[in-house]
């Protein structure tokens, strides 16, 4: 019961982050976002959905059917699963490895865009589908050695203990350069402006999608706004003090949804190759760094108690 109203609330949430992104993006651009349907253009995100799933369903003739329809649904059921660990008080789901769980399903989750983009036997999408992969895989590999280093310093897999470390001080005053690696490999992983190569609408038509429509489009698009909202509540609850009882974790949570909003109407995107630089040569070294200094701050703590 409780895992059916979080998903409901997701969604929900999801429908009103594209609202509030259309809105930003107009204001940003000097015009006004949707305000035609209903009062303020509030209800626009359902009547967009409603218009989405009853459109009609086409495939192409020479996809591989089975896998070009199941991959938008795989996609969307990783996005909602994810939020199973999000650390709540009532007995929901939480649980001591929630840490791992969330590295295991971001590592799965490139296999549905993979399989979106070469399922559909096209070549743009097989393209925007590669771009993808290597991308996501790129910067996943900075998220987990960040991740580690948390490990290392509270010594445990739970994101609860995060709340319990940060009710004096925030880890953003701790460990500030990783707080702007983590945002930064956030919208790469959730391929977001300046990093949508994989939907790079200016040269490929739209990437690894390009051949949904309908339904299909609709559930890449929700699962893709899902983990926007997850990324800011998990950069809330790592960095910002985790605390889901106080209206300001959600106020936080707002606004950095909103920073994503905000970096996609003022950022160009960015060239192919510095972006593996930035993975590779930036990120990669930064946080294994910082990964050896917390280790090394556990050792010297450890000898100092001996």
């Not at 651009?29 to 626009?44: D, E, Y």
């Not at 795989?74 to 490895?97: K, Q, R, T, V």
């Not at 995060?162 to 490999?185: G, H, R």
């Not at 590779?280 to 000898?303: E, H, Q, T």
């Amino acid at each position: 019961m409780f895992a059916l109203l979080l998903v409901i609330c997701v969604l929900v949430g999801v429908a009103f982050l594209t609202l509030l992104e259309r809105k930003v993006l107009g204001y940003i651009q000097i015009r006004k976002g949707p305000n035609k349907v209903g009062f303020m253009g509030i209800p626009q995100p359902f009547s967009d959905a409603i218009k989405l799933f009853s459109k009609e369903q086409t495939f192409p003739l020479l996809s591989n059917y089975i896998m070009y329809y199941y991959s938008p649904i795989m996609s969307l059921f990783l996005s909602l699963i994810l939020w199973m660990i999000m650390p709540y008080f009532l007995g929901l789901f939480m649980f001591n490895l929630s840490m791992l769980f969330f590295l295991c399903c971001t590592s799965i989750s490139v296999y549905t865009v993979m399989i979106a983009g070469w399922s559909s036997n096209s070549s743009y999408s097989l393209l925007g589908g590669m771009r993808a992969v290597a991308q996501t895989i790129s910067y996943e590999v900075s998220l987990a050695l960040i991740f580690m280093s948390f490990m290392v310093l509270i010594e445990s897999f739970s994101l609860m203990d995060f709340y319990k470390y940060q009710k004096f001080i925030w880890m953003m005053f701790l460990s500030l350069p990783l707080v702007f690696v983590w945002f930064v490999s956030s919208l790469a992983e959730t391929n977001r402006t300046p990093f949508d190569f994989a939907e790079g609408e200016s040269e490929l038509v739209s990437g690894f999608n390009v051949e949904y429509s309908s339904g299909g489009f609709a559930l890449i698009f929700l699962s893709e706004y899902s983990s926007i909202l997850f990324m800011s509540m998990l950069f809330c609850i790592m960095f910002l003090g985790g605390d889901l009882m106080y209206i300001y974790f959600y106020m936080k949570m707002v606004f950095l949804s909103f920073m994503f909003i905000w970096v996609r109407g003022t950022l160009p995107r960015y060239r192919y190759d510095k972006l593996m630089y930035l993975a590779w040569k930036s990120f990669l070294p930064l946080s294994l760094n910082y990964l050896f200094l917390y280790l090394g701050l556990k050792v010297f703590y450890f000898s100092l108690l001996i």
